[in-house]
């Protein structure tokens, strides 16, 4: 079992930025990927970004491509996202996953919730104009 807790959300205005942080505890030496999902209110869930353990490769939605970064520090167990130029339309609840067996987003597989076995709570994220 896996416990995924995230921190770091809040209200920023347009362009602004913000560093969100998913500490990871429990059983955590089988996990392949962590990645951010996003929810806003009335629409479905989304992939953000996904950080591969092994190789420490990065896949990335195309809203978010060079805007936001996914990282990893394995010392902490933490999974981040920096988010940079935030804009009202990334306003969404900010999910961290994890699971032990991972696509290959790259090469164009739909990232998808149901993909993910383990999820924390979400952390708010709300970017005015």
């Known amino acids: 079992q896996v416990q995924l807790v995230e921190s770091g959300g809040g209200s920023v205005g347009a362009g602004g930025s913000l560093r969100l942080s998913c500490a990871a505890s429990?059983?955590?030496?089988?996990?392949?990927?962590m990645g951010w999902f996003r929810q806003a209110p009335g629409k479905e869930r989304e992939g953000v970004a996904i950080f591969y353990i092994g190789d420490q490769d990065t896949f990335y939605a195309d809203s978010v491509k060079g805007r936001f970064t996914i990282s990893l520090d394995n010392a902490k167990n933490t999974l981040y996202l920096q988010m940079d130029g935030l804009k009202p339309e990334d306003s969404a609840m900010y999910y961290c996953a994890a699971d032990t067996v991972c696509l290959d987003y790259g090469l164009g597989w739909t990232l998808r919730p149901t993909d993910f076995g383990s999820w924390g709570q979400g952390t708010q994220v709300t970017v005015s104009s």
């Open positions: 429990g059983y955590t030496s089988n996990i392949h990927c």
